[in-house]
């Protein structure tokens, strides 16, 4: 590897080191080991020996002298510190000493439960003779006697299933399986359960949010089984760097947890970038795509023959990144699959086992990620671009490079991938690609964020009323409750009150102090785990289905004329059917996407907390959001050409959530109205604007149609009621629906309201865009509204940040307390950002769909910031 030689031709040349705007070199750093415990049980010693480890790392010495110890605890190390032995030792000592005892591994993923299941299999052959098992599929269990381990989830094939219960001592599977296929069919699990001394649950960090809400249930109804067999499990769980792993450990399992965070693994030199690509138009703030430096980063890595690992923000970059990687490498050096020049657009395909650049996503047969993980690790592949299907830590051997193309969302995240190149003592690199959007380049211009401390909270709420009543439900069909009993932190007195109204649903019966599951239904197919709404929609071809969308999704997803996307294959909504949760798709080749236009309305249903902030008031409360989605624009993929606007007369959707809001004081705004805020170029309504003009004010008979007055000797204007420059073309915007007859006087006041919308728009656009870093959370989980007359603060001007879950999970209350901060660094974003009047990267490209939108949202800032 010639890493060293690449690094150094980076610094000197200007289109490489000149765009790094962060360049850290973390040293080399030894490891700590201490001796192998004394009581460690000698079969498990000599399979460490036979696996060249002949001392523990001191994290992992500290985990085990807490689990032999009996308590619960949270591993938090780097990638590939060894963090598979924190739980592996105690665990399989436990079962060797104790032939009755079990355990239970829970991976967020297959794949993860696939690649342990081999390391535990390293280890067995050590330990003990093969069985004489019989087993209809080997391949799913490493039958060692008396340590048999096995895999059971949803690939299982029925065959294996029964034996596996039977027979494994050792369960690897994922809270999916065990909410759905293992929990509700206990009685089959019964010597299982009695024996279950351990609970692993890898990468905590991911059980977040609605998911996390839910795991936390599904962990509530496994203590609650293992108790009926006799047996209290002790949990060991193991996370990314995250700023509360012991809270989102004792929010999970609900009892106390220690921390173990002293990483005593060893490390080589490592160099960490963050690389903004150049700006391309100063005046529209338009940046290098990070798709072509990407391409162009990772070519020069090949080059040098450093094995490297890119990290797509989609399934399709993935695609995309791998055939313009693959079309520099076939037209440069010749090193990966001859044949014919390529293009990002309309690429010859490769054939995958010829190549030395991969791709590896969801979608891809189980088969085929297998033979890429081995390719990893035995160096025959090169380069491969992935999701976050392989940030997770499944063995893929030591990268060399780690390429980021876009901040991954969270900083966790971003350290986790960041972590797969650097393996063992060898110089490594990891370069963060930032886009143009706002928290991208905030990252850029404020790297302390990533590299000194993580400012993420994991939120979860397994209270969240829909999520808990879901899960009560699952865990009365699988064993009666009785008076006095409590769920997790559930007290009996509200668990009963939740009782009560199941019973009165008709899914449960009481009989004496017990309440008994009555309903045919099986409530665990119901509830699903990364969703808290409980009605779905199925999306039909044909007669497949393709996959399903929540309810409140539905109308801006699969709406009538939307275009879906699904494994790379483009699907056109020929139908939607709410009232039997059905839309009906016809696979099409498409050359456009759809983005529908929602027009929302938030009501206020109770205020929880509210204070003065600089320049106005922020506030907490729950809210009635009603969103009706009114049509959709097609965009042409590629250039992103406007193609045409079309209606939809769709019912209303309503969601009862939490939300923030901040909400300008009338001085602040009048302020704001005084200084002519408004610096939009004129524009051009088109030749045939005059003769419109007068027919529009025909129509209306020559009156102002907000206050009635007459025409004299100046003509009334024709205001458009949709800005203007929110249509792709005049004749889409002149249309006489849209255009509306004022007077000069209610002309003006109109738009000054469209500025103050263009600012208020600027800021939520910055806001929503900037709000995730503060809470590890996609920039899907949070609605964004802003309203000049806002009812949620008595007709004053408000941006309203919203949780995009039923009844809320948090993250509005936890904006709430971050109020200034986020006004802060979003005022510092506006404030650095070079563009002359808005761009992706600060408040939109031009404010509310044209120009003179950034001085008002940055004068607005100013306002709040004090």
């Not at 079309?646 to 009048?670: I, K, N, R």
Request: hydrophobic content about 40%; proline content about 6%; overall charge negative.
């Amino acid at each position: 590897m010639r890493l060293p030689a690449l690094l150094s031709r980076w610094r000197s040349d200007p289109d490489v080191g000149g765009n790094v705007v962060e360049w850290r070199t973390l040293p080399a750093r030894p490891a700590k080991f201490v001796p192998f415990p004394g009581d460690l049980h000698p079969a498990l010693a000599a399979s460490l020996h036979s696996q060249g480890i002949s001392a523990l790392y001191t994290h992992q010495a500290e985990a085990w002298e807490h689990a032999h110890a009996g308590r619960s605890l949270v591993v938090v190390t780097g990638t590939a510190s060894g963090k598979t032995l924190c739980y592996n030792l105690p665990v399989l000592d436990a079962l060797l000493r104790d032939p009755e005892a079990r355990a239970l591994y829970l991976f967020p993923t297959k794949a993860l439960a696939q690649d342990q299941l081999s390391v535990i299999s390293d280890q067995l052959s050590v330990i003990s003779d093969q069985s004489s098992l019989p087993t209809d599929n080997c391949s799913l269990i490493t039958d060692h006697y008396p340590l048999i381990s096995g895999i059971y989830d949803g690939d299982t094939p029925a065959s294996a299933r029964k034996t596996i219960r039977a027979n494994a001592r050792l369960i690897l599977s994922n809270p999916d399986m065990l909410h759905t296929g293992i929990l509700p069919h206990h009685t089959a699990w019964a010597d299982f359960f009695h024996g279950l001394r351990f609970v692993v649950i890898d990468e905590l960090h991911t059980y977040r949010g609605v998911f996390g809400s839910h795991v936390a249930n599904v962990i509530r109804r496994l203590q609650r089984v293992a108790r009926h067999y006799g047996s209290s499990p002790q949990f060991i769980l193991t996370s990314a760097t995250i700023a509360n792993p012991v809270e989102l450990a004792q929010w999970l399992v609900e009892q106390p947890v220690t921390l173990v965070d002293n990483d005593g693994s060893a490390r080589g030199p490592k160099h960490f970038l963050i690389y903004n690509p150049p700006v391309v138009d100063k005046e529209l703030g338009l940046r290098r795509s990070v798709l072509s430096e990407t391409v162009r980063l990772a070519d020069d890595l090949l080059a040098y023959d450093v094995q490297t690992i890119i990290f797509g923000q989609s399934r399709r970059m993935v695609e995309l990144l791998v055939r313009g990687i693959r079309e520099r490498d076939t037209g440069d050096r010749g090193i990966g699959h001859k044949g014919s020049p390529q293009t990002l657009e309309s690429p010859a395909p490769i054939p995958y086992p010829l190549s030395p650049i991969r791709g590896y996503r969801s979608g891809y047969l189980p088969s085929h990620r297998r033979e890429i993980e081995q390719g990893l690790r035995d160096g025959s592949v090169r380069a491969v671009a992935a999701t976050t299907a392989l940030e997770l830590g499944i063995d893929i051997g030591g990268m060399g490079a780690a390429i980021l193309a876009g901040y991954p969302g969270t900083i966790a995240s971003t350290r986790q991938q960041m972590g797969r190149a650097g393996r063992g003592d060898e110089p490594s690199l990891a370069v963060l690609i930032t886009s143009a959007s706002p928290l991208d380049q905030f990252l850029a211009r404020h790297p302390e964020y990533f590299f000194d401390r993580s400012p993420e909270q994991a939120l979860v709420n397994p209270d969240h009323l829909l999520i808990l009543l879901g899960h009560l439900r699952c865990a009365a069909f699988e064993l009666p409750f009785r008076d006095g009993d409590s769920f997790g932190t559930v007290d009996p007195e509200r668990l009963r009150e939740f009782l009560d109204f199941l019973r009165e649903e008709g899914v449960l019966h009481r009989s004496g102090d017990r309440y008994f599951w009555l309903a045919d239904q099986y409530p665990a197919q119901a509830v699903a785990l990364r969703s808290a709404s409980p009605e779905s929609v199925v999306l039909k071809s044909e007669e497949t289905t393709v996959g399903v969308v929540d309810t409140l999704s539905a109308a801006w997803m699969v709406h009538p004329g939307a275009v879906y996307l699904h494994e790379g294959q483009s699907y056109l909504v020929e139908a939607l059917d709410l009232e039997n949760g059905q839309a009906h798709l016809r696979p099409m080749e498409l050359d456009y996407y759809t983005e529908p236009r929602n027009e929302e309305t938030v009501a206020l249903v109770e205020m929880l907390s509210e204070s003065e902030a600089a320049g106005g008031q922020r506030a907490h409360g729950e809210l009635t959001v009603t969103t009706k989605v009114t049509g959709f624009r097609r965009v042409r993929w590629g250039t992103h050409e406007q193609l045409g606007f079309e209606p939809l007369d769709l019912p209303p959707s309503t969601l009862q959530t939490t939300g923030y809001w901040l909400s300008l004081a009338e001085e602040t705004v009048e302020k704001l109205k005084a200084e002519g805020l408004w610096t939009g170029a004129p524009n051009d309504y088109g030749p045939g604007w005059p003769a419109l003009a007068k027919r529009v004010r025909t129509r209306d008979g020559f009156r102002c149609q907000m206050c009635g007055t007459p025409e004299t000797e100046r003509a009334h204007d024709v205001h458009h009621k949709i800005p203007f420059r929110q249509f792709a073309s005049a004749e889409q915007a002149n249309q006489l629906f849209n255009l509306i007859t004022l007077c000069p006087t209610c002309h003006h006041k109109a738009e000054t309201a469209v500025r103050m919308r263009s600012g208020l728009a600027g800021l939520a656009f910055v806001l929503g865009n900037l709000a995730p870093l503060f809470l590890m959370c996609d920039a899907r989980d949070l609605g964004v509204h802003s309203d000049p007359q806002s009812p949620l603060a008595d007709g004053k001007s408000a941006v309203v940040l919203y949780d995009r879950v039923p009844a809320g999970i948090g993250f509005s209350a936890r904006l709430f307390d971050l109020h200034d901060e986020l006004i802060r660094r979003a005022r510092e974003l506006v404030s650095a950002c070079g563009c002359s009047d808005g761009c992706p990267s600060c408040v939109g490209p031009g404010g509310e769909g044209g120009s003179g939108g950034k001085r008002e949202a940055k004068a607005i800032l100013d306002a709040l910031g004090g």
